[in-house]
């Protein structure tokens, strides 16, 4: 689904350093969610967030891990000092809003590599 | 807490060979369910959902799935695969109430390769 854009697409960083990803939501979606993917294990939700405002963090790491949707500009997902582990894609979808039809609509990804 | 289970982990399948994944969720409410599926290097696409009226649902590319309230189940089928239907495929709930906020619980995928 071309209308959700995340990037950059490929991230290389090395431990310790820090990952910001970027999410565009699809025109006239006011809701962002942040999924990750590591390899046999699914998607696993992390954030939920509207403009401004988190709504479910449920599923983020305690620490080094946030995540924001500002009022203007894309949604961002910040990892500080990375580790091997956080090597996976990380998915963000976006819906109109909420209890509408449940249907999220997902960008292509972006796949972190941490050396 | 809402789970969703699918049963196979890799499925290989020849092609004209039917196909059914199968895919179980744990919630006690109101619930809305889908398909998505991830083509190699791609993002994830829809393939069908289910909210409410009929339980067979038919998607895109000749896939249907029957939501069995019953059996907590919303199984994948397809009757002939094609050697393009070679991809992930993910089941997920998105529950309400009980203090869900509307984002969906995937399963862990089904691998499905189609040998030509």
């Known amino acids: 689904n071309a209308g959700v854009m995340q990037n950059p697409r490929h991230l290389v960083r090395r431990r310790g350093q820090e990952a910001r990803l970027r999410c565009s939501p699809m025109?006239?979606?006011?809701?962002v969610y942040w999924y990750r993917q590591l390899p046999e294990e699914g998607l696993k939700f992390m954030v939920y967030?509207?403009?401004?405002?988190?709504?479910?963090e449920s599923g983020m790491p305690k620490e080094r891990f946030s995540a924001e949707f500002p009022k203007e500009g894309p949604s961002i997902l910040r990892i500080q000092q990375v580790v091997r582990g956080d090597s996976a894609a990380y998915f963000c979808?976006?819906?109109?809003?909420?209890?509408?039809?449940?249907?999220?609509?997902f960008g292509e990804g972006s796949r972190l590599t941490v050396l | 807490a809402q789970s969703v289970s699918q049963h196979n982990h890799h499925v290989i399948l020849s092609e004209a060979a039917s196909l059914e994944l199968g895919c179980n969720y744990s919630?006690?409410?109101?619930?809305?369910l889908f398909w998505y599926v991830q083509y190699p290097g791609q993002h994830l696409q829809l393939l069908l959902k289910y909210f409410s009226g009929d339980p067979l649902v038919k998607g895109i590319k000749g896939f249907e799935a029957e939501f069995i309230k019953s059996k907590f189940s919303f199984n994948l089928r397809k009757p002939s695969v094609q050697w393009s239907d070679t991809a992930e495929y993910f089941c997920?709930?998105?529950?309400?109430?009980?203090?869900?906020?509307?984002?969906?619980?995937f399963g862990k995928g089904t691998k499905l390769s189609v040998k030509p």
């Open positions: 967030l509207q403009k401004e405002n988190i709504i479910d």
């Open positions: 919630y006690g409410g109101t619930v809305n």
């Open positions: 025109k006239g979606h006011s809701h």
């Open positions: 979808a976006s819906s109109p809003r909420v209890g509408l039809t449940g249907e999220l609509f």
């Open positions: 997920a709930v998105n529950g309400y109430g009980g203090g869900s906020q509307g984002n969906l619980i």
